[in-house]
């Protein structure tokens, strides 16, 4: 049987992650095996909390392809993490077990070539400790991978930030053709690869119904132009105000909609769809997915969050 797991890392162990995990493995029959990289007493703790039962099948990552792996238990790569209870506050205290659990998979993702990689939230303030924007640019950088981008896939539609966790007075200084370029090449690029057709792609101005008062308009001056240049290979058009694109008459034109910075596309692609949305980073050597949600500290151990994300980005691996 040809080795082709989901490749899966808890991220933060204080929070709903593991819930939602449980839930998704009860809901879901997939055919690729499910491999986690997380810690066994963690597990066994949590599922005795949330009440979640299956058993525990304990790998040996040094020779993983000698198992015939399947989804009948829960196949684990154990990293020791020293937890007395189920839950606790998010602190620096998880970071070693979070890089270890990251290191292993990436190196396994490397030396098995794995293609499908699915990783918990962590929580940028004590994880990343400000070296990194994002998990996205953490993945990014452990691969040498200049050239990424977040997507927030809907098969409906589907929306992409030029800049990502950037406050908002440093945007304007990253909008240039050169980012918006190489945002729709990758998105061009991914959706003819897993859906085989050229996406309509719906630009975004930066400023308030693509105006400004300033002596300088980025719409005018940069956007505009990288469109018109873009035309030439790519199904492109714009730049379009925010506070109209996203009306249903608007945005049914599009299959993906490249918005300039964070909060402009991701607050209305989580209003119209909630958790039925899956961050998938383009440009890396696999497809790395995680649910569109963070750790979610103040739902923790109480059972109630939604599965539907991370339901998402599994179906979705299991069938590319």
């Not at 009948?72 to 270890?100: C, G, Q, R, V």
């Not at 400023?207 to 035309?231: G, T």
């Amino acid at each position: 049987m040809k080795f082709d797991p989901i490749l899966i890392v808890t991220g933060e162990p204080n929070s709903i992650f593991l819930e939602i995990l449980f839930k998704s493995l009860k809901k879901i029959r997939i055919k690729k095996p499910i491999i986690l990289v997380s810690s066994y007493k963690l597990l066994k703790l949590q599922m005795k909390k949330l009440n979640y039962k299956k058993n525990i099948k304990v790998l040996d990552y040094k020779n993983i392809k000698k198992y015939n792996l399947d989804n009948n238990s829960i196949n684990l790569i154990n990293i020791e993490y020293k937890a007395t209870k189920a839950f606790d506050k998010i602190s620096k205290k998880s970071n070693k077990f979070i890089n270890e659990c990251f290191d292993l998979a990436f190196e396994l993702i490397k030396k098995e070539n794995i293609k499908r990689f699915i990783n918990g939230p962590i929580s940028k303030k004590t994880f990343l400790d400000n070296k990194f924007l994002g998990i996205t640019e953490y993945i990014s950088n452990y691969f040498s991978e200049k050239k990424t981008c977040m997507l927030i896939f809907n098969k409906k539609l589907s929306v992409c930030p030029v800049t990502t966790h950037l406050p908002l007075n440093l945007v304007s200084k990253q909008i240039n053709k050169k980012n918006i370029s190489q945002k729709v090449f990758l998105i061009d690029t991914f959706y003819k690869k897993k859906f085989g057709f050229k996406p309509k792609i719906g630009v975004l101005g930066l400023n308030p119904h693509c105006e400004s008062i300033h002596k300088f308009n980025e719409d005018e001056k940069i956007i505009k132009p990288a469109i018109k240049y873009l035309k030439k290979k790519f199904r492109i058009s714009g730049p379009y105000p925010a506070d109209t694109i996203f009306l249903k008459r608007n945005r049914k034109n599009f299959n993906v909609i490249l918005g300039m910075y964070h909060d402009q596309v991701l607050t209305p692609i989580k209003t119209l769809y909630e958790y039925d949305a899956i961050n998938i980073t383009l440009g890396l050597p696999f497809t790395r997915i995680s649910p569109d949600h963070g750790p979610n500290e103040r739902m923790m151990g109480k059972n109630l969050s939604n599965p539907l994300s991370l339901i998402q980005a599994i179906r979705f691996l299991d069938k590319n």
